[in-house]
Each structure stands twice: as C-alpha cells, then as structure tokens.
C-alpha cells in the first residue's frame, strides 16, 4: 500500500530556532502534499496544500513566512518552523495524494514539535 | 467558512455492540468522503470513503451511509471491539485555492469497554 514516511516523529527545540520536517511518499509520485497540525483534544486543521514545483497555497491565518513549503520533488515536501515560540508546540502531519481529485490522501504519522 | 462537523464528541460502547459515529457537513459541493481513525500519537488512518454518486458502501465491519439531502455522514461499526477504541474524523474533499483538499471535523472519541 501507499506510505507516506515523516520525520522526524518528535522534535524539541529552544525558542527562536528553526525546525526542518520531512514527508517522504515511499512507493508512489505524490502530486499534491498537504500540511496539517493539531492540537490536543482538536481535530487537524489545514495549514497548506503544496504542488509539486508550485509554490504552497496557505490557509487563511496561517502565516508564510513562519512555515516555510517546499515540494522540491515528487516524493519530497519539507515544512520548516522558523523562529518557533512555544505557541507553535503542536502535532504536525503530513499527507499526500497520488493524484488530484477526490481520491484518497494517505497519511504520515506525525511530528510532534515541543518549543522551549 | 464551510467546514465539516460532527455531533457528539464522545461514544461509550461495551464489547459487542454497534456503534454508530454521526457527521454533518456543510458543503454541498463535496462530492468526496472519508473516515478515519486516529490512535493517540499517530496519524489518521484510512477507514472507508464514499464518493457523492453513492448513499451506501461497505467494508470489513464497518458501513458509510451518505445522506446529501441533509448532508450527513455516518459511520456504523459492527461488533465493536476494544481495538476500535480511538477518534474517528470524517473529512470531506472541499474545494480550496490549489484545488482540493481534505477538510477534517471535529472527531468523536470511542470508548470500547470489555
């Protein structure tokens, strides 16, 4: 089946560093990677959609600037947290779809980043 | 904006029993669903779907029932057991500036006790 890799699965880091996450497809091309977090006890709220070699679109309220995309290659997106604060602790996940349209998006399992 | 929810934030279940996992979304130019199940500390996993052509589809114990007319999502379960003891979300595939994209409710918690 389709695999969606993340990593890292949990990160700490100080306040006012950068946070690089990685979401691999493993064995398949995924056109369209999307970008979600959650809080505790919530429900995962879309940051971004990202195309490969297109530039990310974000969701309203999220800043660009703050989680910097890049889908670089068909199997390759990275979401960077820079200048994290602790309000920026949360549980990133990563999703991905082989094709566009309404069909399946399959999941990565997860980052979670803890700013101290 | 429009956006996917779900009635009851939590379901107690005994060993055995049906349960029954209730969403209602709101927009009615989704014509893609899709529930999944979320361990704590994972990502969500892939439960079943259902296209907007369909009212009813079926898997292993479990059964999506969509109801366009009042735009609600169901999500029955048979023979509930304690390894089904997780949050359930449904998402439905809404339009969005780079195409589509997976929108999530609110998630309901099932409790499976034995």
């Known amino acids: 089946g389709a695999v969606v890799s993340q990593h890292p699965s949990w990160v700490i880091c100080k306040s006012g560093t950068s946070v690089k996450i990685e979401c691999r497809s493993l064995?398949?091309?995924?056109?369209?990677m999307f970008w979600y977090r959650q809080f505790p006890k919530q429900s995962l709220m879309l940051m971004a959609t990202s195309n490969e070699g297109s530039k990310a679109t974000y969701e309203q309220g999220v800043e660009k600037d703050k989680f910097l995309i890049n889908h670089a290659s068909l199997t390759l997106s990275t979401l960077t947290v820079t200048s994290a604060h602790p309000e920026d602790s949360s549980f990133y996940i990563c999703?991905?779809?082989?094709?566009?349209?309404?069909?399946?998006?399959?999941f990565g399992q997860g980052t979670r980043l803890t700013v101290v | 904006g429009e956006s996917v929810g779900l009635h009851l934030p939590t379901l107690s279940v005994q060993e055995g029993d049906n349960s029954i996992i209730n969403c209602a979304y709101s927009n009615s130019a989704s014509d893609y669903f899709i529930w999944y199940k979320q361990e704590s500390g994972k990502g969500p996993q892939f439960i079943i779907d259902?296209?907007?052509?369909?009212d009813k589809r079926q898997g292993q114990r479990v059964t999506v029932l969509l109801n366009k007319t009042v735009k609600h999502l169901s999500l029955q379960i048979a023979a509930t057991q304690p390894g089904d003891s997780a949050v359930y979300f449904c998402?439905?595939?809404?339009?969005?500036?780079?195409?589509?994209?997976?929108?999530f409710g609110k998630g309901t918690t099932l409790s499976v006790s034995s």
């Open positions: 259902i296209r907007s052509n369909m």
């Open positions: 064995d398949f091309q995924a056109t369209t």
């Open positions: 999703s991905a779809r082989q094709q566009g349209g309404n069909t399946e998006a399959f």
């Open positions: 998402a439905e595939n809404a339009l969005n500036q780079a195409g589509t994209a997976l929108i």
